[in-house]
């Protein structure tokens, strides 16, 4: 027995020692991982090399790690706007680089109005006299777009373009939520405030075409006027109008078909591609048979930092869905970012703030929690103590709850193809009372107000609580066209009549008050340093700082920097690939909508119909999120 023991206790100290020393060899390895930096990378000349396997977003969204374990997927890559115009731009003046190469085989999409800021930067790349060489498998109109500013555009023989333009059906649940005998109780304010009609009604209202007419034909204007002016050669009417005829007088062959209407200039696969791109800038046999001296994104970026020169300007960008708490970057966290402004102006750094919106708005007390933020920095004082300088900058997107927080703008830069407006709330409400009855199932209980265990989703709503809301609502909204009316120094009655739920695109806001000059977010900064009489400045984007668990896992969700590298975004894009996409958003905005209904929600300043215009497709852990997040209401 003695012996026993003794084996034992030794068998003991090795199984405590083995569990040390796996604890050790554990926390080194996080320490290491969490002191991780990326490390500039070498910009070897050649290409800047940009192989966008994502969508083109305003503000990366932080990567969680439980979403991306759940999926079971490789992280969706994204591209900030400004990190590639500012890359772009470089390379125009920088002699190490020969040429831009943009590979869109995998590409993500993107808004058009930051397509357009691309573009511009593509521009500048050829007026130094330095080829733009973009190649795909599938230009949609996204792709299309960026085509345009290219000296050299290529398309897979396999590949061609497909030109739908903005639009496209809704979803509506009337007739559905009647046969299951679930009552949606609606409570809004805005004839144009569609957001809520597909639980009121089967079809859009007249009211919400009317608007949705008007916005898409002056972004669809301004997509068409852009392709146009950037290769005026083109001619893309065909592939508009008749893109059937148009593929047939090519013998069917959509390549043909793209290049003979000068939209694409070179068909050829990824081979032939690299190896033209190799004669003008240089061969990398290093790297692969067809490869090309080239540099990465993230490289070129570490060894070109932006300048910081002169006084700081904060400039916060509310990007998403604007949600209640503290979510993360690529949702609009209402206090995370009421947390920065509000350190920002407690800190004294900034002489001004520019605010950059790209959001169809969200919650009420999440879009008030941001504006009482801005306005308190605003108040702060800035240089000369007479009050901080706030400017707005409009991306492509800043409608309800994204007008709500621009409100303290001393001025509202926006572009021609910005949508915004949509200036009215909504809630909704289900309940189940009818349904239960249906099949047997009954209520009763005892109430000592007309408010006791409102809102009950079982009994039903009373009807002194369906008045209360409808109440808290209209004075929602009052106080909404309150405050877009200081803002805009007009009576609320003035404001009422450009208000109502409607959605405006940035030409006709301008018209109307709601926007002050077109310009984007650098004509945003440069007017705030200005006015805060800041000779020289530069911008500063408040929480941009990633930590470095973060930099890790977007590095896994990098690929390569190289022209032969894996990438990530999925496989190449032909039109079987496109509808399947659409199917997989389909699924989403199906979603999207009972969560909607079922959520709990309070009060929302959104814009149903603003969040899918021309915006990039979900990604595959945006669609375990919305799942999960479903998922969990139904089972609390």
Same mark, same amino acid.
């Given at each position: 027995?003695?012996?026993?023991?003794?084996?034992?206790?030794?068998?003991?100290?090795?199984?405590?020692?083995?569990?040390?020393?796996?604890?050790?060899?554990?926390?080194?390895?996080?320490?290491?991982?969490?002191?991780?930096?990326?490390?500039?990378?070498?910009?070897?000349?050649?290409?800047?090399?940009?192989?966008?396997?994502?969508?083109?977003?305003?503000?990366?969204?932080?990567?969680?790690?439980?979403?991306?374990?759940?999926?079971?997927?490789?992280?969706?890559?994204?591209?900030?706007?400004?990190?590639?115009?500012?890359?772009?731009?470089?390379?125009?003046?920088?002699?190490?680089?020969?040429?831009?190469?943009?590979?869109?085989?995998?590409?993500?999409?993107?808004?058009?109005?930051?397509?357009?800021?691309?573009?511009?930067?593509?521009?500048?790349?050829?007026?130094?006299?330095?080829?733009?060489?973009?190649?795909?498998?599938?230009?949609?109109?996204?792709?299309?777009?960026?085509?345009?500013?290219?000296?050299?555009?290529?398309?897979?023989?396999?590949?061609?373009?497909?030109?739908?333009?903005?639009?496209?059906?809704?979803?509506?649940?009337?007739?559905?939520?009647?046969?299951?005998?679930?009552?949606?109780?609606?409570?809004?304010?805005?004839?144009?405030?569609?957001?809520?009609?597909?639980?009121?009604?089967?079809?859009?209202?007249?009211?919400?075409?009317?608007?949705?007419?008007?916005?898409?034909?002056?972004?669809?204007?301004?997509?068409?006027?852009?392709?146009?002016?950037?290769?005026? #050669? *083109?001619?893309? %009417?065909?592939?508009?109008?008749?893109? +059937?005829?148009?593929?047939?007088? @090519? &013998?069917?062959? !959509?390549? $043909?078909?793209?290049?003979?209407?000068?939209?694409?200039?070179?068909?050829?696969? #990824? *081979?032939?591609? %690299?190896?033209?791109?190799?004669?003008? +800038?240089?061969?990398?046999?290093? @790297? &692969?048979?067809? !490869?090309? $001296?080239?540099?990465?994104?993230?490289s070129y970026l570490a060894d070109r930092p932006a300048p910081k020169e002169g006084k700081a300007i904060a400039v916060v960008t509310i990007a998403g869905n604007i949600v209640d708490g503290n979510a993360e970057p690529g949702t609009a966290g209402g206090n995370r970012i009421a947390d920065l402004i509000d350190k920002a102006a407690a800190s004294g750094d900034y002489s001004a703030l520019v605010v950059r919106i790209d959001?169809?708005?969200?919650?009420?007390?999440?879009?008030?929690?941001?504006?009482?933020?801005?306005?308190?920095?605003?108040?702060?004082?800035?240089?000369?103590?007479?009050?901080?300088?706030?400017?707005?900058?409009?991306?492509?997107?800043?409608?309800?709850?994204?007008?709500?927080?621009?409100?303290?703008?001393?001025?509202?830069?926006?572009?021609?193809?910005?949508?915004?407006?949509?200036?009215?709330?909504?809630?909704?409400?289900?309940?189940?009372?009818?349904?239960?009855?249906?099949?047997?199932?009954?209520?009763?209980?005892?109430?000592?107000?007309?408010?006791?265990?409102?809102?009950?989703?079982?009994?039903?709503?009373?009807?002194?609580?369906?008045?209360?809301?409808?109440?808290?609502?209209?004075?929602g909204y009052g106080r909404f066209v309150g405050l877009v009316a200081a803002s805009r120094r007009k009576t609320p009655a003035d404001i009422d009549k450009i208000a109502q739920g409607r959605i405006w695109d940035g030409g006709t806001a301008r018209q109307i008050g709601l926007v002050d000059q077109f310009g984007g977010l650098d004509e945003a900064v440069a007017w705030a340093a200005k006015?805060?009489?800041?000779?020289?400045?530069?911008?500063?984007?408040?929480?941009?700082?990633?930590?470095?668990?973060?930099?890790?896992?977007?590095?896994?969700?990098?690929?390569?920097?190289?022209?032969?590298?894996?990438?990530?975004?999925?496989?190449?894009?032909?039109?079987?690939?496109?509808?399947?996409?659409?199917?997989?958003?389909?699924?989403?905005?199906?979603?999207?909508?009972?969560?909607?209904?079922?959520?709990?929600?309070?009060?929302?300043?959104?814009?149903?119909?603003?969040?899918?215009?021309?915006?990039?497709?979900?990604?595959?852990?945006?669609?375990?999120?919305?799942?999960?997040?479903?998922?969990?209401?139904?089972?609390?």
């Open positions: 027995m003695k012996f026993a023991r003794t084996v034992w206790k030794i068998l003991v100290a090795i199984k405590d020692g083995l569990v040390l020393l796996l604890l050790l060899l554990f926390f080194g390895a996080l320490y290491t991982v969490l002191t991780l930096r990326p490390s500039p990378g070498v910009v070897q000349g050649g290409a800047l090399y940009l192989p966008l396997d994502g969508p083109v977003v305003e503000e990366k969204a932080r990567l969680d790690p439980t979403s991306l374990l759940l999926s079971g997927q490789t992280p969706q890559k994204e591209y900030q706007e400004r990190d590639l115009v500012r890359a772009i731009e470089a390379a125009a003046s920088d002699s190490r680089i020969k040429a831009v190469v943009l590979d869109l085989e995998r590409f993500g999409g993107g808004r058009q109005v930051a397509l357009s800021r691309i573009g511009a930067a593509m521009d500048k790349v050829r007026a130094a006299k330095k080829p733009v060489m973009i190649r795909a498998m599938l230009y949609t109109d996204d792709a299309v777009q960026l085509a345009a500013h290219a000296s050299e555009a290529w398309v897979d023989p396999m590949g061609g373009v497909a030109i739908t333009g903005p639009g496209g059906t809704g979803l509506y649940y009337k007739a559905l939520l009647d046969r299951l005998q679930i009552k949606a109780h609606v409570f809004k304010v805005g004839t144009y405030k569609s957001a809520v009609e597909p639980f009121m009604r089967g079809d859009s209202s007249p009211e919400a075409k009317e608007a949705l007419m008007a916005v898409y034909s002056a972004v669809w204007d301004g997509w068409q006027a852009e392709v146009k002016k950037a290769r005026p #050669k *083109a001619d893309i %009417g065909p592939a508009i109008t008749d893109p +059937v005829q148009w593929i047939a007088k @090519a &013998g069917g062959d !959509a390549a $043909k078909a793209a290049q003979r209407s000068g939209i694409i200039d070179r068909i050829g696969d #990824k *081979a032939a591609f %690299g190896k033209r791109v190799a004669e003008v +800038v240089g061969a990398d046999p290093a @790297a &692969g048979t067809y !490869a090309f $001296k080239a540099t990465g994104l993230a959001s169809p708005g969200g919650s009420v007390i999440a879009s008030e929690r941001i504006r009482a933020a801005i306005a308190r920095m605003k108040a702060s004082g800035g240089s000369g103590g007479k009050g901080m300088p706030v400017a707005v900058s409009m991306g492509s997107l800043a409608a309800s709850g994204g007008y709500w927080v621009a409100t303290p703008a001393d001025r509202i830069f926006a572009e021609p193809a910005t949508i915004t407006g949509s200036i009215g709330i909504f809630a909704v409400i289900p309940s189940f009372e009818d349904a239960l009855a249906k099949i047997g199932v009954g209520t009763d209980g005892f109430r000592t107000t007309p408010l006791s265990g409102q809102p009950d989703i079982i009994g039903g709503l009373s009807p002194q609580l369906e008045a209360v809301l409808q109440q808290q609502i209209e004075a006015t805060a009489k800041a000779e020289q400045s530069h911008p500063v984007f408040l929480g941009e700082t990633a930590s470095s668990f973060q930099s890790l896992l977007q590095s896994f969700a990098g690929g390569s920097d190289g022209p032969d590298g894996a990438a990530t975004g999925g496989p190449a894009r032909d039109v079987a690939a496109l509808i399947a996409a659409q199917q997989i958003s389909l699924a989403d905005r199906l979603a999207s909508d009972l969560t909607r209904l079922m959520g709990s929600a309070g009060a929302q300043a959104y814009c149903l119909e603003c969040a899918g215009m021309s915006g990039p497709p979900s990604t595959g852990d945006a669609r375990t999120r919305t799942w999960l997040a479903l998922l969990t209401q139904f089972l609390r």
